[in-house]
């Protein structure tokens, strides 16, 4: 079945994103943030929150399919329940979820308990749960990079699987538009397993300068992280995803965005040279 009208949740950051730019000109694209944001002719932009029900008449309104991505400051799978009970009873079958490579298995991850929400609920549910993302680079590393040439996180010398969150979006569009998916989930990878000390000598020549890893201790991590801002729970789920990389659990490399695509997925080179300009400055 081909979904006229898809409500796409997470659309400000980078899977939301490139899943627009996927689907444009294909269907008809309402698209959350929690701004107030410019409609254009292909995008329905609704100002959108989890946990403002008034803003789920609009958000909703004709739509026979969503992409539902949990913010990362929640935790807890029960604020996306009035959501989904406002779905269910729009007539809203179809839902494809955004969640985390090893999610599946690990019970501690809100990726996991929104997933068992999902499905408990009786949707026509597709889950896709891709590796790190290589825009992570871009985004929560790039002022540590730029000001200290350096990324410090708590993932030892564990590897991962990076993957391009382009190539996420390519699987996520077939997911949304052919049934025959429902009631699977995808294990989303790049094509090679890398540790953190591979990604900065690969960023170093991309950037012409030396970019150093260094392991962070757990418990410093948290405490960076909190001083710096994040909610404890935030912290805490974020030293538990690069823990899954520390302790060698997330170096499964899989073909899914081939099968999904017909395409090979893009190497972190790929991206690095993509983005080159983001690194010399």
């Known amino acids: 079945m081909d979904y006229s009208r898809i409500f796409i949740t997470g659309a400000t950051g980078r899977v939301g994103g490139a899943l627009i730019k ?44 969503i992409f539902l991505m949990r913010p990362p400051q929640i935790t807890k799978p029960e604020i996306f329940r009035p959501f989904l009970n406002a779905a269910k009873a729009r007539g ?9 490579l090893g999610a599946a298995d690990n019970s501690f991850l809100p990726h996991h308990k929104l997933e068992k929400l999902v499905q408990e609920m009786g949707f026509a549910w597709t889950m896709i749960r891709p590796s790190d993302f290589m825009q992570n680079l871009e985004t929560v590393h790039r002022n540590d990079i730029l000001e200290r040439r350096e990324i410090s996180v708590p993932a030892g010398d564990g590897k991962s699987s990076f993957i391009d969150v382009d190539d996420i979006a390519k699987c996520i569009e077939v997911a949304l538009c052919d049934d025959v998916h429902i009631g699977e989930g995808f294990d989303l990878t790049g094509p090679q397993a890398l540790s953190l000390f591979e990604v900065a000598d690969k960023l170093s020549v ?56 017909g395409n090979d997925p893009a190497t972190l080179d790929d991206y690095l040279q993509r983005t080159k300009y983001l690194w010399t400055k």
């Open 206 to 261: 991309a950037a012409g300068k030396a970019i150093n890893y260094r392991p962070a201790p757990i418990i410093g991590f948290i405490w960076r992280k909190v001083q710096s801002g994040y909610p404890f729970p935030l912290a805490l789920v974020m030293t538990a995803l690069y823990s899954v990389q520390r302790f060698g659990k997330a170096a499964t490399i899989t073909r899914k965005v081939k099968e999904l695509t």
């Open 22 to 65: 996927q689907l444009r000109g294909k269907c008809e694209i309402v698209a959350a943030s929690q701004r107030a944001m410019q409609t254009t002719k292909d995008v329905e932009w609704i100002e959108f929150s989890f946990e403002n029900e008034d803003s789920f008449d609009a958000a909703l309104r004709g739509v026979d399919a």
């Open 92 to 100: 809203i079958k179809r839902v494809v979820v955004l969640s985390v």
